[in-house]
């Protein structure tokens, strides 16, 4: 497998599960450069690129609420879980979380077999 | 910070007016926090630092884009549709664009063969621009309005509907179809454009065949007739059944015949066609009549072979 296959694919497995990590994060207020560098902090490094884009898709989408504060002589326009993000989180947990088993157990087999 | 306050406002540049000041707002926000951090890491910022952070952010139009995605010109979801639109629109275009040229070639005294050809494809192209764009609009207009997500799991089908999985080749391409209307047409507007035509005109024609040829012809254009009938059947079916492949078959069988038969006939040829006399006799002219004929024939000839054989593996 090329480089350039092994990227795209890494980029499609983690398209989705950082949407849960991004909800998950947000239980406390952040803005978007606090968010990233609490997201690097546990070891899920995103560009800004995507980031901050897909922190305004999930406002735009209700998930978040968010406001403009004034702070350190700045503004930051900080963002938090909405109660649709809130419930939506949820769900989502138990569905990764029974994902997550189901392919422990398959990746366990398939390294035993491997061996 | 001129650097980047150019950078945000190349950004906003790319952005649909009403989401400029928000994005813009915000993006300058986070690239202020992002030189924040770097600055406490290493100090006062040369213009250098803020270039290579702003560099690493990307293109102005490509972080626009993240932002806000470019929606396609036409939904991913109606593609096939607007595909098999432009197939029939255009399909129906040409079989009519024929007509028209064909309708114009014969009428006019000093159209060659060369000036019909371009006639006819300028004439389809000029069509085919206008109804590509006029089909594109139309779903564009559709990909504007809302989603509606119920259509993806529609439920106005049943399995059993499906035809049989048979081999490809069962599937009439709309192609074969419209080729063969084209084809269809032209033979009956050739035959029967003359019957209409003012005597002086008739007479002006460069190539003419014999009255009893014509008369011939006349009869055997009952088969362009049914051929024009089995091709709307096919686009109406597109799946090559038992009893449609027979029916081909018979269909070609006849024109195979009929084109023998009037290639053995005698005279091919108006013996009044005095223009072709000057360079060519009249033996010449109807042998080399009679060799295209059977040449024609070989067409319908080998499509009943084919048939033949796809109908002996079904």
């Known amino acids: 497998m090329t480089t350039a296959q092994l990227d795209k694919m890494r980029l499609e497995l983690r398209r989705g599960v950082l949407v849960l990590a991004v909800l998950a994060s947000l239980k406390q207020p952040h803005y978007g450069y606090s968010l990233r560098k609490q997201l690097q902090g546990r070891g899920i490094d995103i560009d800004e690129g995507t980031l901050y884009p897909l922190i305004r898709r999930l406002a735009d989408q209700g998930l978040l609420d968010s406001e ?21 989180l949820e769900q989502l947990t138990d569905e990764w979380r029974v994902l997550n088993a189901a392919l422990d157990s398959l990746l366990d087999i398939a390294t035993e077999e491997s061996n | 910070m001129d650097l980047v306050t150019r950078y ?8 649909p007016e009403n989401k400029r000041d928000e994005i813009g707002r915000e993006l300058s926000a986070n690239i202020m926090d992002q030189l924040d951090s770097l600055a406490d890491q290493q100090g006062r910022l040369t213009e250098a630092d803020i270039a290579a952070v702003l560099k690493q952010m990307g293109r102005p139009r490509t972080v626009a884009q993240q ?8 939904r991913l979801s109606y593609m ?3 595909q098999y639109t432009l197939y029939m629109v255009l399909g129906i275009l040409f079989p009519l664009q024929v007509l028209e040229t064909t309708m114009t070639w014969l009428s006019s005294t000093d159209m060659g063969l060369v000036r019909y050809l371009f006639g006819l494809a300028g004439g389809f192209l000029n069509d085919a621009i206008f109804g590509f764009a006029s089909i594109t609009a139309a779903f564009w207009l559709m990909s504007r309005q809302p989603a509606d997500h119920s259509a993806a799991c529609n439920t106005d089908w049943q399995p059993m509907q499906l035809p049989d999985a048979g081999p490809g080749w069962q599937h009439i391409s709309l192609q074969d179809i419209f080729t063969d209307l084209a084809t269809y047409a032209f033979l009956l507007v050739v035959i029967w454009y003359p019957v209409w035509m003012p005597a002086e005109q008739l007479a002006s024609l460069r190539f003419i065949v014999s009255d009893q040829a014509h008369q011939f012809l006349k009869w055997a254009s009952l088969l362009a007739v049914l051929g024009i009938a089995a091709s709307l059947w096919q686009l109406r079916q597109r799946f090559w059944s038992r009893q449609m492949l ?7 069988l006849a024109l195979v015949i009929a084109t023998l038969t009037l290639a053995a006939s005698s005279p091919l040829i108006n013996t009044e066609a005095a223009q072709w006399q000057a360079v060519f006799n009249l033996e010449q002219l109807e042998r080399s009549a009679m060799f295209t004929l059977i040449v024609i024939a070989m067409f319908p000839l080998w499509e009943v072979g084919r048939d033949v054989i796809r109908l002996r593996n079904m």
Request: zero cysteines; aromatic letters at 10%; hydrophobic letters at 40%.
């Open chain 1, 68 to 88: 403009w504060r004034q702070g350190e002589g700045r503004e930051r326009r900080y963002y938090q879980l909405s109660d649709l993000g809130a419930t939506l």
């Open chain 2, 8 to 15: 945000v406002a190349a950004v906003q540049r790319e952005l």
């Open chain 2, 67 to 74: 932002f806000v995605p470019p929606q396609p010109l036409i």
């Open chain 2, 80 to 82: 096939p549709l607007y």
């Open chain 2, 246 to 252: 027979l029916g081909n078959i018979a269909l070609n």
